[in-house]
């Protein structure tokens, strides 16, 4: 199972990123998705989630209304739209895939793991 991350790189506060998740090896089109990131320095923290059907999100509130998190299970990946991007949003971008249909803000609650993008926003 390998789950990558890519779409990440330098921009000026205010603009937008599109970060996508591949995932390879096996479907997860009935698994919850997530999008997790960490500062340096810093725990990771929960940004956004999506149920298996993509009818079901969840964010953390210092991204909602700004962050759009979606999927398409016939391309086997994940999507995190970032727009109005701060330079508190500057960390390292991972997807994880949770075995469940629905999952929640804990990285516990999730199995499979990728390798991270960087997201860095300057003032």
């Known amino acids: 199972v390998q789950l990558q991350a890519s779409g990440g790189g330098l921009v000026q506060a205010g603009g937008s990123l599109r970060l996508s998740c591949a995932a390879s090896?096996?479907?997860?089109?009935?698994?919850?998705m997530g999008w997790f990131r960490q500062a340096p320095g810093k725990e990771r923290e929960f940004v956004a989630t999506?149920?298996?059907?993509?009818?079901?999100?969840n964010y953390a509130d210092s991204v909602k209304g700004r962050f759009t998190i979606s999927r398409d299970n016939a391309k086997n990946t994940v999507y995190l739209q970032m727009n109005s991007l701060k330079p508190d949003d500057t960390a390292v971008y991972s997807c994880?895939?949770?075995?469940?249909?629905?999952?929640?803000?804990?990285?516990?609650?999730?199995?499979?793991w990728g390798r991270g993008t960087q997201v860095t926003v300057s003032s």
């Open positions: 999506i149920s298996w059907s993509g009818v079901s999100t």
């Open positions: 994880a895939a949770s075995i469940r249909s629905i999952a929640g803000i804990r990285p516990d609650g999730y199995t499979y």
């Open positions: 090896r096996r479907s997860f089109s009935n698994n919850a």
